[in-house]
């Protein structure tokens, strides 16, 4: 593993599980708009590194990373498809510029999403061609060509996880397991699917793709396919909720800004390969998420396993 590594977003939902499992063993600077809410001792910059040209510059020339990983990005879908220019200034203009800055010796592992995907195939592979739908899934698939045509060496991964966040800006995994224990009534689409993975399982994917120098573009999802109903009934069933509240509904009637790709769902094949593990069961990840949600990040990082147990049982899609 790398000895200095710069976390951008590290006060968001990846970056903060990154910069708490990387501080063990290396020496990690975070930057982001928001204040570090781990109990690791990481140096956080708190700037906003689109208000000024040359702050992604200044601070790759201060933090002399090994390693860039890259996760700052608007991430909200309805906002970008709403301020679209926004959007690419942040998620393309910013990882352009942090691409063209960076060292030659210096690796760059962009975060990106399945949201580049046009949604019409199962278990897309990264030969797929990418359609976005939405401003936010355009936005992103500008930044991985950036990143791509800026060394051969760098790393694209494009993945869509869940977690416990800071509790700042609630994620959508938090959202529905809150409606889930207070039995609220709620909608499960059971027309878009996608293959979630739980956010410790990608800090441990990425940990063993940097270590094994991967580089070019490699899809990291869980290993089962499911429907967002699917995966909220099986968070139920784990957590012991009812969902007897939750009836099942098609996106086509949701008032959402962005209109979503139908199947986003990812092969990890690639990953799989280059890692030498397998990618996590939904269960095995829910069950993870579930055990971690009163631990602290440090405790989060300590409790991970990052090997598949044998014969857990799939969800069929
Ligand atoms: N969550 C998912 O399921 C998912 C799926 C696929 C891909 N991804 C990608 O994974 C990466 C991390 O996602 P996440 O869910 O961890 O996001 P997140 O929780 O929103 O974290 C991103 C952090 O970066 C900050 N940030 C944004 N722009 C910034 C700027 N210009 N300067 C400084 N800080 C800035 C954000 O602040 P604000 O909150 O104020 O913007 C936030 O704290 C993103 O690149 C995202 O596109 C996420």
Redesign the pocket.
């Known amino acids: 593993m790398a000895r200095r590594i710069l976390i951008?977003?590290a006060?968001?939902?990846?970056?903060a599980h990154l910069a708490a499992a990387l501080s063990r063993e290396c020496e990690v600077t975070g930057?982001?708009?928001?204040p570090w809410w781990g109990d690791e001792p990481i140096r956080l910059i708190q700037?906003?590194?689109?208000t000024a040209p040359a702050a992604a510059a200044r601070l790759i020339r201060e933090a002399a990373p090994d390693v860039v990983i890259h996760?700052?990005?608007?991430?909200n879908v309805d906002a970008c498809e709403q301020e679209p220019a926004r959007a690419e200034a942040?998620?393309a203009g910013?990882t352009r510029a942090i691409a063209h800055t960076l060292p030659a010796s210096c690796l760059l592992v962009y975060?990106?999403?399945?949201?580049v995907l046009s949604g019409e195939a199962a278990c897309s592979t990264e030969e797929a061609v990418p359609a976005p739908r939405t401003a936010y899934g355009r936005s992103?698939l500008e930044g991985e060509r950036a990143v791509l045509s800026a060394s051969d060496r760098h790393l694209v991964v494009r993945?869509?996880?869940?977690g416990w966040?800071s509790g700042r800006?609630r994620?959508a995994g938090e959202w529905l397991y809150g409606a889930l224990a207070d039995g609220q009534p709620i909608t499960l689409f059971h027309d878009i699917y996608f293959t979630p993975i739980y956010v410790m399982d990608v800090v441990d994917a990425l940990q063993a793709l940097i270590a094994r120098r991967g580089r070019g573009l490699v899809h990291v999802g869980g290993r089962d396919r499911v429907s967002k109903e699917q995966f909220g009934r099986l968070m139920a069933e784990l957590g012991g909720f009812s969902a007897a509240q939750a009836r099942s509904g098609s996106v086509e009637q949701a008032p959402l800004a962005a209109s979503r790709p139908k199947d986003t769902s990812l092969s990890s094949a690639r990953y799989e390969q280059a890692a030498g593990r397998a990618a996590p069961s939904c269960r095995d990840g829910l069950l993870r998420f579930l055990a971690d949600q009163t631990r602290p990040l440090s405790r989060r990082v300590l409790a991970g396993d990052p090997q598949p147990r044998a014969g857990a049982p799939t969800v069929q899609a």
């Not at 006060?11 to 970056?15: C, I």
């Not at 700037?47 to 689109?50: F, G, I, N, R, S």
């Not at 996760?71 to 991430?75: L, R």
């Open positions: 951008t977003g006060s968001g939902l990846l970056g930057v982001d708009r928001h700037e906003d590194l689109t996760c700052a990005a608007m991430t942040v998620n910013l975060i990106s999403t399945d949201g992103k993945t869509n996880f869940y966040s800006k994620t």
